[in-house]
């Protein structure tokens, strides 16, 4: 089942903070969050796993609430080169079987 | 090579062709995805491989599609009969197991005439 994802899009100044948001109907084992540029493939940028830790990319991080089931993908103090899509994939179970993803939320970031 | 191989990268055919996508994934990437991405769409998972076992197919929107995988060497997507509607970037992503992490390849983009 595919986790959605919140919101579809966003548009910030640089400098900005942004919050995205990926849930879940059912378990979740692990979330995956990868970016997306145009015309590129997506680029993984951090693995949650149940636990609740927060990891960080650059000032890019992550929480991860297995009892809500979500995820919440943190961007602060954000650059131009933060703009693409951002997609949650989640597994919902243990080790690697299909990898479903969100349906992506847009970020753009402007001057 | 040091990232996974995605051939041809761009395809034109008309309806009712055959397409054969080709992805060469990372030595050593035991497990392999195969992805559509419709034009501003997300990714949308057609089928998963893991070393010898049989393969998760369910995602595989019809009959018309196939994919084939000789153990942890290059996969194969076969598109039959293609329609309009096959148009997209076909995504394929091998994963390095010691942290789960994704690698995608750049995507074959076919489009259907």
């Known amino acids: 089942q595919q986790p959605v994802q919140s919101p579809q899009a966003v548009i910030l100044r640089e400098g900005e903070d942004a919050v995205i948001n990926c849930s879940s109907s059912?378990?979740?084992?692990?979330v995956h969050w990868y970016r997306q540029k145009h015309g590129e493939a997506p680029v993984f940028l951090m693995i949650l796993l149940k636990g609740g830790e927060q990891k960080g990319h650059e000032k890019i991080s992550a929480s991860f609430n297995e009892k809500k089931q979500q995820s919440s993908l943190y961007l602060t103090a954000s650059q131009l080169s933060y703009s693409g899509t951002y997609f949650c994939?989640?597994?919902?179970?243990?080790?690697?079987?299909?990898?479903?993803f969100g349906a992506g939320t847009r970020l753009a970031v402007h001057p | 090579g040091a990232g996974v191989s995605q051939s041809p990268s761009n395809k034109v055919t008309e309806k009712g062709k055959d397409v054969e996508l080709r992805c060469d994934p990372i030595s050593g990437h035991t497990a392999l995805y195969w992805y559509r991405q419709r034009l501003g769409q997300g990714l949308e998972f057609l089928i998963y491989f893991q070393g010898n076992s049989a393969p998760d197919k369910s995602g595989l929107p019809s009959d018309r599609f196939s994919a084939e995988r000789t153990g942890e060497s290059v996969s194969t997507l076969t598109i039959q009969r293609t329609q309009q509607e096959d148009s997209a970037v076909y995504l394929c992503a091998g994963i390095a197991e010691n942290t789960g992490e994704l690698f995608f390849g750049e995507g074959s983009r076919l489009t259907v005439l």
């Open positions: 059912k378990a979740l084992y692990s």
């Open positions: 994939g989640t597994y919902g179970s243990g080790g690697y079987n299909k990898l479903i």
